[in-house]
């Protein structure tokens, strides 16, 4: 299974919006992320054929076991990177917004040497 960038936001947002609500659906997601249903739709079908996520008969989706793997993998990156650019003087809104950006390139040896240097 190979994931891409956009497909560790779709599962990022999923365990975000799961741990804050509960459930998730689609358009939950659609809204998070401000894309279309279709194209949410088309990710969700995408991610369901990868292992990534199982939707319900009423619409819920769920992440697998290798689905909330990679989410948390992907929500620790983040957490980890935006408060290392805190501490390194950025604004939490710029640190938000940059981690986002890095996370999904970062190398996990470069990743786990910026979380060891700031003790995260």
């Known amino acids: 299974m190979v994931t891409n960038e956009s497909q560790e936001m779709y599962l990022e947002t999923?365990?975000?919006i799961q741990k804050r609500k509960g459930s998730v659906r689609?358009?939950?997601i659609a809204e998070e992320l401000?894309?279309?249903?279709?194209?949410?739709?088309?990710?969700?079908?995408?991610?369901?054929?990868?292992g990534f996520i199982v939707v319900k008969s009423d619409g819920i989706i769920e992440l697998t076991e290798t689905g909330r793997e990679k989410a948390e993998n992907i929500l620790d990156r983040h957490k980890c990177l935006t408060n290392?650019?805190?501490?390194?003087?950025?604004?939490?809104?710029?640190?938000?917004d940059n981690a986002c950006r890095v996370e999904h390139v970062l190398t996990e040896e470069a990743f786990e040497t910026i979380k060891k240097y700031f003790g995260e």
């Open 14 to 16: 999923i365990l975000k």
């Open 26 to 28: 689609s358009i939950e």
């Open 34 to 50: 401000g894309y279309s249903k279709p194209s949410v739709s088309r990710a969700v079908g995408i991610m369901k054929k990868d």
């Open 84 to 96: 290392a650019l805190v501490k390194m003087g950025l604004t939490p809104e710029a640190a938000e």
